[in-house]
């Protein structure tokens, strides 16, 4: 059955020069953003271990816990991007 639309209709359209430059810096600022967090918190880390006389395995729940975390977080800012740009 034939309908009234033209063929290209249901094919959809890829983003713009514009959308893909903004996404390449949404994710590179994201990278960025998670490198230098992750590179504070084990600066941090040795003092933490000294202070809370943690184990090592305490240490690195915490480290995984951080980066669990801050993801959620990350995830979550960039999702909500995406929204706020597609309209």
């Known amino acids: 059955m ?3 639309r ?7 359209r890829g983003l713009s020069h514009a959308h893909k430059h ?11 953003i998670d490198a230098f967090s992750i590179t504070a918190l ?12 943690m184990t090592a395995a305490e240490s ?3 480290i995984s816990a951080f980066t669990l975390t801050f ?8 999702s909500h991007f995406f929204l ?3 309209g």
């Open 2 to 4: 034939l309908s009234g």
């Open 6 to 12: 033209p063929k290209n209709a249901d094919v959809p």
């Open 22 to 32: 903004a996404l390449l810096t949404v994710f590179c600022l994201a990278q960025f």
């Open 42 to 53: 084990f600066s941090a880390i040795p003092s933490l271990v000294i202070s809370l006389e």
């Open 60 to 62: 690195s729940w915490i």
């Open 71 to 78: 993801a959620s977080f990350l995830l979550m800012v960039v």
């Open 84 to 86: 706020a740009v597609s």
